[in-house]
């Protein structure tokens, strides 16, 4: 049955007004890094600025050490702008890395989960899903004490165990259904042929879940990428802060740097938006196969 004129119009209507309201933030970020604080200040009506300028660039990608003509009077600069080359490098490693370590550990209990259909597998899998409604905040002070006593605050490597914590049983729930989609005659076939289960694991279920295993991947590596309260509660010095902590560091009492954290927010949006561009086939094909196969 062909839907009528209106009913295309309204949903086309409706998809611009979508993209509006998520493309109309970057655009204000865009407009608001581009120009200096005095002009931010200037005019509240007027859209764009009358100069434009990439001195907010400037400052951040130097370290403070390139001011540029609107920061020269500037007395004071927060030091997480002039040490943000670490907040940038902590950002790349962590997501980075908690994001293969979700990859290979979450593939394999999703295996676990689909192959052997045990009574303790299916419910630990359910103790899993209602635990992910318990909001991470209620267990930041157990999480703080025992890193504390294991010595893992202000480091990389703390952040990185506990967002692989969080972000692990995620992995179970999304890739265990597409798991069992997958025929067991084709691992069967596998291991006639000499592959050790472990083997067919490799060579032929995996392969054949690259979309759901790329979704998830890029799930994971825009949540670790964007977190704010892990990183915020373990680490307070600044050689081991991230992206988002420094954007929010950039707000206090006394100071708000509006055109440097839009500025800011820009550069920490580019891996995400790069990363979505290069697998957005994958995960198309991941999230609605999984909708499909769950």
Sequence with gaps: MRQSLVTRLALHAANLLMIAFLLLPIAAATIGALQSEKSLQASTRSLLPPEWTFDNF????????????????????????KKIHY???????????VTLLTLAFGSLSAYTVARLRLRWVMWLMNLNVFARFVPVI?????????????????????????????????GVVILAPYFAAVPRELEEAARIDGCSRFGAFLRVTLPLST?????????VFIVAWNDLLIPLILNNRAEFMTL???????????????NLMMAI?????APSVILVLLLRRFVVEGLSAGAMKG
């Design 87 to 97: 907040a940038l490098t902590n950002s790349v490693l962590i997501a980075t890395t």
């Design 265 to 269: 927010c820009l550069i920490a949006l």
């Design 138 to 170: 209620v267990v930041m002070i157990p999480l703080y004490v025992t890193f504390r006593q294991l010595g893992l605050l202000n480091s990389v490597w703390g952040v990185i165990i506990a967002e692989t914590g969080f972000l692990l049983p995620y």
């Design 58 to 81: 400037r400052v951040i990608l130097s370290g403070g050490a390139q001011k540029g003509a609107i920061f020269e009077q500037a007395t004071y600069l927060p030091d997480n702008v």
């Design 211 to 219: 979309p759901a295993l790329a979704s998830y991947g890029a799930i």
């Design 244 to 258: 988002p902590v420094v954007i929010a560091s950039l707000v206090s009492d006394l100071f708000v740097f509006h």
